[in-house]
């Protein structure tokens, strides 16, 4: 049921966003035929014996590679004695379809199988549909299946007939004749896969490479039916892999749940220790590998996966952040990719911040809002509390929610702002463009620069927020926001010392 099901669900639920044609295309099943043959039984065989093989193979059909494999079944019973080979077949039979022509083995003879298992091309006329004139007992449209073999399935099947005749002759000296044979129908398989193609382009897929919907919110697809194509092999094993794969990144909720460090049942305080030297103008320190989690941790809700030569978030209903436990030094430059898929995502970048796990906070990654400032990335500047949306230092580009010369919604709380600082905020370029963002510490001025524009300039007056200190040190970090809709993608991370 999966790749059909899901297909069916996904055209009756969000069929109408703009990739919605898309939907239910590219269904995929297994070109799959049996023949069967026999041959002499080779000499000093004595015993019943069963063996079986696959061999996988690899077709070039017109420029096209396309994929197959043989399940080779055999049996010898010398003795021809039927009742007395019957407890080896229970034992040993792979596959319950032998065992009725094993059991005619006649006496002196190799009997068995070769099964052909071929790819289906991809092909876009192979689909789900829907139609609101048909409806299940429930009144939900039935799916329906148009399927068909392409000229390529075609010569796919005959690339498997060669196959399977050359293995006939050569290993078993029989002839079997796989051209005479008719393969077995589209769909009694029961593989079926595709439907809802994953892929990173929108407009040539449904899904993005970790099952999520490109048009739809907080909805993904977890099983064979994302597979663009399917190889040969059972799709099953692959779509348990894509839901295991998901779930890991869905269910996490980091540390939200857990008792806080230095508290009855919790971790002790994980301590980075200042750098005996401080590092020497010029140092350039690669805070993320580009490969592993090494240097990071998470703190508070949701998670992040390294993916792709990226940091990606997988957000949760909370606030996260991701810090990297490498002491920054007085004065420095950090430099670094993002990467949003819609023009709402909120996520930002943190610096100068205390240790989270110092903090005393329920969700320590709010200390990192308290000690330290964001780099805002939101395009639409989401309105807070007695403010009105889009103003500038809550938009891309702005140190976060501080106050600039000429703000006319002065945030309370906050230090009143420094003549010549100034925010000009800019909108942050939707996948698949990466941004670039340099953001330079030089005592207490931030000045953020975003894909070669400077959008802001803030120097700090608060004495309790956002200083280098020789003793404790200071940290940078990545947001996970509090909503599931905004993955946000972060890589080439590096700081130089200034």
């Given at each position: 049921m999966g790749a059909i099901e899901s297909a069916r669900l996904a055209l009756n639920s969000v069929g109408t966003v703009p990739n919605g044609a898309l939907m239910g295309a590219n269904l995929l099943v297994h070109l799959r035929k049996n023949v069967p043959f026999s041959a002499p039984l080779p000499a000093g065989v004595t015993d019943a014996e069963l063996s079986a093989l696959l061999v996988r193979c690899r077709a070039n059909l017109s420029g096209t590679p396309a994929h197959f494999h043989l399940q080779i079944t055999a049996f010898a019973d010398p003795s021809g004695n039927a009742g007395g080979s019957e407890p080896w077949l229970f034992q040993s039979v792979p596959?319950?379809?032998?065992?009725?022509?094993?059991?005619?083995?006649?006496?002196?003879h190799v009997t068995g199988v070769i099964r052909?298992?071929?790819?289906?091309?991809?092909?876009?006329?192979?689909?789900?549909?829907?139609?609101?004139?048909?409806?299940?007992?429930?009144?939900?449209?039935?799916?329906?299946v148009a399927i068909q073999r392409s000229p390529l399935d075609t010569q796919l099947m005959l690339e498997?007939?060669?196959?399977?005749?050359?293995?006939?002759?050569?290993?078993?000296?029989?002839s079997a004749s796989a051209?005479?044979?008719?393969?077995?129908?589209?769909?009694?398989?029961?593989?079926?896969?595709?439907?809802?193609?994953?892929?990173?382009?929108?407009?040539?897929?449904?899904?993005?490479?970790?099952g999520?919907?490109?048009?739809?919110?907080?909805?993904?697809?977890?099983?064979?039916?994302?597979?663009?194509?399917?190889g040969s092999a059972n799709p099953v094993m692959n779509g348990v892999a894509l839901r295991r794969r998901l779930a890991?990144?869905?269910?996490?909720?980091?540390?939200?749940?857990?008792?806080?460090?230095?508290?009855?049942g919790g971790p002790a305080?994980?301590?980075?220790?200042?750098?005996?030297?401080?590092?020497?103008?010029?140092?350039?320190?690669?805070?993320?590998?580009?490969?592993?989690?090494?240097?990071?941790?998470?703190?508070?809700?949701?998670?992040?996966?390294?993916?792709?030569?990226?940091?990606?978030?997988?957000?949760?209903?909370?606030?996260?952040?991701?810090?990297?436990?490498?002491?920054?030094?007085?004065?420095?430059?950090?430099?670094?990719?993002?990467?949003?898929?819609?023009?709402?995502?909120?996520?930002?970048?943190?610096?100068?911040?205390?240790?989270p796990e110092l903090s005393g906070f329920n969700n320590p990654a709010w200390s990192a809002v308290s000690s330290g400032f964001e780099i805002q990335i939101d395009n639409t500047g989401a309105a807070q509390a007695g403010q009105p949306q889009g103003l500038p230092k809550h938009r891309t580009g702005a140190v976060y929610n501080v106050n600039y010369p000429g703000d006319g919604f002065p945030t309370a709380g906050v230090p009143p702002a420094t003549a010549g600082d100034f925010v000009t905020p800019l909108d942050a370029a939707l996948f698949p463009v990466w941004n670039q963002y340099r953001i330079q510490v030089l005592n207490d001025v931030i000045t953020v620069n975003l894909n070669g524009t400077n959008t802001a300039k803030y120097t700090n007056p608060d004495p309790n927020r956002g200083r280098f200190s020789s003793t404790?040190?200071?940290?940078?970090?990545?947001?996970?926001?509090?909503?599931?809709s905004y993955t946000t993608a972060f890589k080439n991370i590096r700081v130089t010392a200034l």
């Open positions: 596959d319950l379809d032998h065992i009725r022509q094993i059991a005619a083995t006649p006496a002196g052909a298992v071929g790819e289906m091309v991809p092909n876009p006329m192979n689909r789900v549909t829907v139609n609101a004139t048909d409806v299940d007992e429930y009144g939900v449209p039935r799916a329906s498997m007939d060669k196959a399977i005749n050359f293995v006939a002759s050569t290993v078993f000296g029989s051209t005479g044979t008719p393969p077995d129908g589209l769909g009694t398989t029961f593989h079926e896969s595709g439907t809802l193609r994953m892929g990173e382009d929108p407009t040539r897929s449904v899904t993005n490479p970790e999520q919907f490109h048009y739809v919110t907080n909805l993904y697809a977890g099983d064979a039916s994302v597979l663009p194509t399917c890991k990144r869905l269910v996490p909720e980091g540390e939200g749940d857990l008792p806080r460090p230095n508290t009855p305080v994980f301590q980075p220790p200042m750098p005996a030297t401080p590092p020497a103008a010029g140092t350039v320190l690669t805070l993320f590998d580009g490969s592993t989690l090494a240097n990071w941790r998470m703190a508070g809700r949701g998670t992040f996966h390294a993916i792709d030569g990226a940091l990606q978030c997988v957000p949760s209903f909370d606030l996260g952040l991701l810090w990297c436990v490498v002491p920054m030094p007085q004065h420095y430059l950090l430099e670094l990719d993002f990467l949003v898929r819609t023009f709402n995502t909120n996520s930002g970048v943190f610096i100068r911040f205390s240790n404790q040190p200071t940290f940078v970090g990545l947001q996970s926001y509090s909503n599931y």
